[in-house]
């Protein structure tokens, strides 16, 4: 089995695997042209993300500043939004659904190191996919850990870190995040 095939079969794997590193550089690659290219470019930006992403719905959009390990782990759904320093570390899939607000300064992280020393120094690695369900909004600041899923129209308070799945309809916030309120219920 090679590195790669371990990587996305979510078994641990050698980040240092020249198919890997070759794969990184792409992806640098293509994140610093669309970094480079003027905001009113929207129709290179657009093409620039297709060509990263595994796959984009309708009408994507990234700010300046955006990063990835390989970019083809990425799924966005229609009328996606990022904006500023959005990092996504992807060695397991990233689904982000339709109509999701990213804003500044997130970071979505699917990659594990071992909590061994000796495995850790070794260079073997781990990821856990990540899942972000429709109509969510991700505050600025937000820290997505692996293995995490978000349900639909989940709401993430600006400066949390999230280390748990939540389902559909919540406000989430604090370090750890835990559910604020639920969306279904009415404020008077």
Do not use: Q
């Not at 792409?26 to 992403?53: G, M, Q, V």
Request: glycine share 10%.
């Amino acid at each position: 089995m090679t590195e790669k095939a371990k990587m996305l079969a979510g078994k641990p794997y050698n980040a240092g695997d020249p198919e890997l590193k070759k794969a990184r550089v792409h992806a640098r690659k293509l994140t610093e042209h669309l970094n480079r290219i003027a905001s009113l470019d929207s129709r290179i930006k657009e093409h620039l993300i297709r060509d990263l992403f595994g796959y984009a719905g309708k009408n994507p959009k990234v700010e300046h500043g955006f990063h990835c390990d390989y970019g083809y782990n990425i799924t966005v759904g229609d009328d996606f939004y990022a904006n500023f320093n959005l990092v996504i570390l992807d060695p397991a899939p990233v689904h982000i659904g339709d109509n999701c607000l990213i804003g500044p300064n997130v970071n979505i992280l699917t990659a594990l190191h071992p909590l061994d020393r000796d495995s850790r120094v070794s260079g073997v690695e781990m990821a856990s996919p990540i899942t972000i369900g429709n109509d969510c909004w991700i505050g600025a600041n937000v820290t997505i850990n692996p293995g995490v899923t978000l349900g639909n129209n989940v709401v993430v308070g600006s400066g949390s870190v999230v280390t748990k799945s939540f389902s559909d309809n919540h406000i989430i916030a604090g370090n750890p995040a835990k559910v604020i309120r639920d969306l279904n219920e009415t404020t008077d």
